[in-house]
């Protein structure tokens, strides 16, 4: 019996090779010894469509504001004074689903806040929003970032100090208005 099994396994183990052998034949060219599937390789490239591209995030409008109603800007900012305490940096995205993009704010020259999105269609509003101390004084800007660090847009708007309040009138200064003359009825 253990000469049977060796017997079946030797056949099978030569079958096998045989195979192998003739698939290697048909796959080999009769000149060279390139390779079979380097033959094959540009054949298959070029019946395979080529991928698209990814689509380059764009921003259709950038601004800064007080406020945001209903997923937009309430006013245009380029100037604000340290009265205010607050302000949103307010973008309108194309073509940015699928990709990670950055609100980066700046002050001084550092960045000071960076807010990182994803737009979940191609067309996405998004805001992020600075509190402001009254002695940040000066120019701020926000820009929008793209996954590989290029600047889509950039807007700046400048953060001025308040004038001071205009003083109130004084008693000694102003001037009582004169009383009404009323008349009496007769007859």
Request: with cysteine; proline share 7%; aromatic share 8%.
């Amino acid at each position: 019996m253990h000469n049977t099994n060796n017997t079946i396994f030797a056949t099978l183990c030569a079958a096998l090779l045989l195979t192998a052998g003739a698939a290697q034949a048909q796959n080999t060219p009769t000149t060279g010894n390139t390779p079979a599937a380097a033959t094959t390789a540009p054949a298959a490239a070029a019946a395979a469509p080529a991928p698209k591209a990814a689509a380059t995030a764009s921003v259709a409008r950038a601004q800064f504001t007080t406020a945001i109603n209903n997923r937009e800007p309430a006013d245009a900012v380029t100037s604000l004074d340290n009265n205010h305490g607050r302000v949103f940096f307010f973008t309108d995205v194309k073509n940015g689903a699928g990709q990670t993009l950055t609100h980066r704010w700046e002050f001084g020259g550092k960045t000071v806040a960076e807010l990182q999105f994803e737009p979940k269609a191609n067309r996405w509003r998004y805001w992020s929003s600075k509190t402001l101390m009254p002695d940040q004084t000066g120019t701020w800007t926000a820009e929008v970032v793209d996954g590989s660090g290029n600047v889509l847009i950039s807007k700046s708007f400048d953060y001025t100090k308040a004038p001071p309040p205009a003083a109130a009138p004084t008693a000694a200064t102003s001037t009582p208005a004169p009383a009404a003359a009323t008349h009496g009825g007769g007859r």
